[in-house]
């Protein structure tokens, strides 16, 4: 029982009768060419028939399984931006704050398909889909290469080369690439947010996949490559907090103190004018420390993002109003004056030599 593999050949053997028949060069891959060769007898006219029919129908083939590859993976692509597109707040959160005074604080009730965190993932995933596009067309236009009788091996080795090149000497380029790529995609931050990026921090003006520009509070820009990014702290995702401190003397009465704070505190709360900035009902904390120059009290205001810092403000002024309107002083830093005492006459009289 002949090999299958060797069936072929043996076949053509037996129908030309003869043993130095050029068909033995031909394996069991040139079916068509063997089948028209074994109808005709005529090579040139099996050879045309492999070049019209095989030979496009193998590119065909080709074809259809890259646009099937490409299908796929941009399938799985669009479920990972899906997923992104939900954000960093867990499910149950996102939920209690989407109604609400806290909701309309953070502009959640608007349509997903217009917030920034849409459109970032909406835009990751058109440069994941170009990059799986481009691989798998060009091994696709390998493999038809190779289909048409073309030895690929040299253009192989030269990717090989350029690949290596490429790494060693653009190994920077690429971690800045790759880390603008996961910050994009995980949505560290965005433009017009407050950020600490460790060596600078500021206001975010522009963001790509290499560099990312802020311009800080005196007005200085900074460009800062995505690679060098160790950390990011945000002050303006989702919301902020306010914490103020307040130091009164140690002769003040601290239930007073408290008080006046809260009284304070709620009347920005119901404020009009700070409806929507201010998120949740303010704390006062209490006693956070006791210092040298006084009793130190935390107040907390939870704010809509960039608006911690003109709530402080505000709430500030009203504090000293309101604690002079009470007569609750606040610390002053203490200063001791040490004066050394002027030397006696006897002893600043010079001594006599006996």
């Known amino acids: 029982m002949p090999h299958p593999l060797i069936a072929p050949i043996i076949d053509m053997t037996e129908v030309s009768g003869s043993e130095t028949n050029p068909l033995l060069t031909y394996s069991s891959e040139d079916q068509l060419y063997t089948w028209v060769l074994e109808r005709t007898g005529n090579r040139g006219l099996a050879t045309g028939v492999d070049w019209i029919v095989g030979k496009p129908a193998a590119l065909a083939g080709l074809i259809l399984i890259a646009l099937a590859v490409r299908w796929v993976l941009h399938r799985i692509i669009d479920r990972v931006v899906k997923r992104a597109e939900v954000g960093m707040l867990p499910d149950r959160l996102s939920r209690a704050i989407t109604g609400g005074r806290m909701g309309a604080a953070l502009n959640l009730t608007e349509d997903p398909g217009y917030t920034r965190r849409v459109q970032r993932a909406a835009t990751m995933g058109s440069l994941l889909k170009s990059i799986i596009s481009g691989v798998v067309f060009a091994v696709v236009a390998l493999m038809a290469i190779s289909e048409l009788g073309y030895d690929i091996a040299p253009l192989i ?198």
């Open 157 to 354: 080795a030269s990717a090989g080369i350029i690949g290596v090149a490429l790494g060693f000497g653009s190994q920077a380029l690429v971690k800045d690439f790759l880390s603008g790529i996961f910050m994009i995609f995980e949505d560290q931050y965005g433009v017009g947010d407050v950020v600490d990026l460790g060596e600078a921090s500021g206001t975010v003006e522009a963001v790509s996949l290499r560099v990312t520009r802020l311009r800080d509070v005196n007005g200085t820009v900074w460009y800062v490559r995505n690679g060098e990014i160790l950390r990011v702290g945000n002050m303006s995702q989702n919301w902020a907090r306010t914490v103020l401190d307040v130091t009164v003397g140690y002769t003040e009465d601290l239930v007073r103190v408290r008080r006046a704070l809260e009284e304070v505190a709620h009347d920005l709360w119901e404020d009009e004018d700070f409806k929507g900035l201010i998120i949740e009902e303010p704390e006062v904390w209490g006693v956070e420390s006791l210092g040298v120059d006084g009793i130190v009290v935390r107040v907390t205001l939870k704010t809509a993002p960039m608006e911690q810092w003109g709530i402080a403000r505000e709430m500030r002024e009203r504090v000293k109003a309101r604690f002079e309107h009470e007569g609750i002083n606040l610390a002053v830093a203490q200063r001791v004056m040490w004066q050394e005492s002027a030397p006696s006459a006897a002893s600043a009289e010079p001594t006599e030599n006996a």
